[in-house]
């Protein structure tokens, strides 16, 4: 009886957990991905784990000492980038070792064994609390409400800031918040993945979507439906075969990227081939 | 009389000495007008100072009725390399012009996409509404942004180098455009070929930290010289032709 509602609340968080990641990491994926931030990303997911650290050892929620440091880092580089004080990748680099060595100093110096230091790395769906949901559940409602609203002026400021400049003076506000917002979605979805793979999980859907669609909206969609999809079928398969959880949601979706890039190629090379076809007729 | 635009002792920069120094310019109906100058010379910093982006160390700009608003400027920004892998359409493209005259949240009604198809049709791009831009050609392209700096019919449009990089058969055609854009719109195009845009436009204004305006549109070698300006004479005869200093 325990043992059946066990299970049965794991595959409801699982299942849970699978649609408010897909739907943040599709959201904040298209706009890292379409932004080229895909490392600004990373530097944000290394940085927090200092957060994570610090958090352990004060007794604190690690969640929420993650957040600090992964929006502080993030709005930190962009700030750095903006005004020409520091070379971006060079800050990011920075900020990324900092991050992890602040992490391990700390931990190291908790007292007692700290268990979930591997979930952190590599996450697992059964360290995910009731609240790191209802976390996830309302940062995916903001992401949509926020994305949906501000729709036109997200999409002209990533596509090009300099024109975008021109008709808004908001432009900076945009960046900082769209940048806030990445870093909470990242950290509160590294309970998922964990923060080695966290990143992958918002940049692979996207990638996949952009093999087939060219308009924003379509890409945040289908990146929502293949991380869904993707996140599903790593859940399942991690289930069954006793694997971990945040490992095989990635690797599903890089064979699931891999199938669908070859299928583009093919699909592509297709429609070549009827057009010359046609037109030696 | 109201200018279109009117710059009045304007000096810029960007905390060092001043990039551009005591600008005076006025701009009418139906002018085109083409800024030239050496690199450096301060080009680029007029068109900023201008279109707001850039405030004046001194001086003032004064838009027609002596308004300070600058939601009639239509601009096309040096073409870049840019991102042309963005998951965006040449109708969206076109349809960000409008946003000078929405806020942030602004959505687009269903009268603003009519207009973005027709201003993609009017520009010879029919059918591309919905292509990406990395389907086109750097030319599609380059009319693709031509068409979001007009689609709010401004009364002046700025250009900065918009024939950089483009093949010279889409340039003729670009000015053709021009040419039908200037009925409706003065146009100030900056650019560092003056060979190039001497039979197009209708006078110049040389720039290297000072401006010159000359509203006859032909420039003579000495006054090049003393400007600093690359050294060319332009000349328009039967067939308009360019002059190089001995090299």
Redesign the interface.
């Known amino acids: 009886m325990l043992q059946g509602l066990l299970e049965y609340s794991f595959i409801v968080k699982g299942l849970l957990g699978a649609v408010f990641t897909s739907i943040t990491a599709g959201l904040a994926g298209t706009y890292i991905v379409s932004r080229r931030m895909v490392f600004l990303s990373g530097g944000i997911t290394h940085a927090s784990f200092g957060g994570i650290g610090i958090g352990h050892f004060a007794g604190i929620n690690p969640v929420a000492g993650a957040a600090v440091f992964g929006i502080l880092s993030a709005l930190g580089v962009e700030y750095l980038s903006d005004s020409h004080k520091m070379r971006e990748d060079s800050a990011i680099g920075i900020l990324w070792a900092l991050g992890m060595a602040t992490g391990i100093i700390f931990i190291y110096l908790t007292p007692g064994y700290s268990p979930n230091l591997m979930s952190y790395l590599f996450g697992s769906i059964l360290t995910v609390t009731n609240a790191d949901l209802i976390a996830l559940g309302i940062m995916a409602l903001v992401l949509i409400i926020y994305f949906s609203l501000f729709y036109r002026t997200i999409l002209y400021l990533s596509f090009d800031e300099a024109y975008a400049r021109t008709f808004t003076r908001h432009a900076s506000l945009f960046k900082y918040i769209s940048t806030a917002l990445i870093a909470l979605t990242i950290v509160l979805n590294i309970r998922m993945a964990g923060v080695i793979l966290v990143l992958s999980l918002l940049t692979i859907p996207p990638n996949i979507a952009m093999l087939f669609t060219r308009t924003y909206p379509r890409v945040v969609v289908w990146s929502v439906i293949t991380g869904f999809g993707g996140t599903m079928a790593g859940f399942t398969v991690s289930y069954f075969a006793g694997i971990p959880t945040g490992a095989t949601i990635i690797f599903t979706l890089v064979v699931i990227w891999a199938l669908c890039r070859a299928a583009a190629v093919f699909l592509k090379r297709n429609r070549r081939l009827t057009k010359i076809n046609i037109s030696t007729i | 009389m109201s200018y279109i635009l009117e710059i009045e002792s304007l000096s810029a920069g960007y905390g060092g000495p001043p990039v551009i120094e005591n600008v005076n310019l006025k701009v009418d109906e139906n002018d085109f007008i083409g800024v030239i100058g050496p690199n450096g010379g301060g080009k680029t910093t007029l068109i900023k100072v201008i279109?707001?982006?850039l405030k004046p160390g001194s001086g003032r700009i004064i838009f027609h009725g002596g308004s300070t608003d600058?939601t009639e400027?239509g601009?096309l920004?040096q073409m870049q390399e840019?991102?042309a892998?963005?998951?965006?359409?040449v109708k969206?493209?076109v349809?960000?012009g409008l946003?000078?005259h929405?806020n942030?949240?602004?959505?687009?009604t269903r009268n603003d996409r009519k207009r973005a198809t027709e201003v993609i049709e009017e520009l010879g791009l029919s059918g591309l509404d919905?292509?990406?831009l990395s389907e086109l050609s750097g030319g599609q392209r380059q009319r693709v942004f031509l068409g979001?700096a007009v689609i709010g019919s401004p009364r002046l449009l700025l250009l900065d180098e918009p024939v950089n990089f483009v093949d010279s058969e889409f340039e003729m055609g670009f000015y053709e455009k021009l040419a039908e854009f200037n009925k409706h719109m003065a146009i100030l195009m900056v650019s560092h070929d003056v060979g190039t845009i001497s039979s197009h436009v209708k006078s110049f204004a040389c720039i290297n930290r000072t401006l010159h305006y000359h509203p006859s549109g032909k420039i003579t070698n000495d006054q090049l010289r003393s400007y600093g300006c690359p050294i060319q004479l332009v000349t328009h005869g039967e067939v308009p032709h360019t002059v190089l200093q001995k090299h």
């Open positions: 279109l707001g982006l600058r400027i601009y920004p840019g991102d892998g963005y998951p965006v359409t969206d493209v349809l960000s946003m000078i929405k942030a949240a602004g959505r687009m919905g292509y990406s979001r």
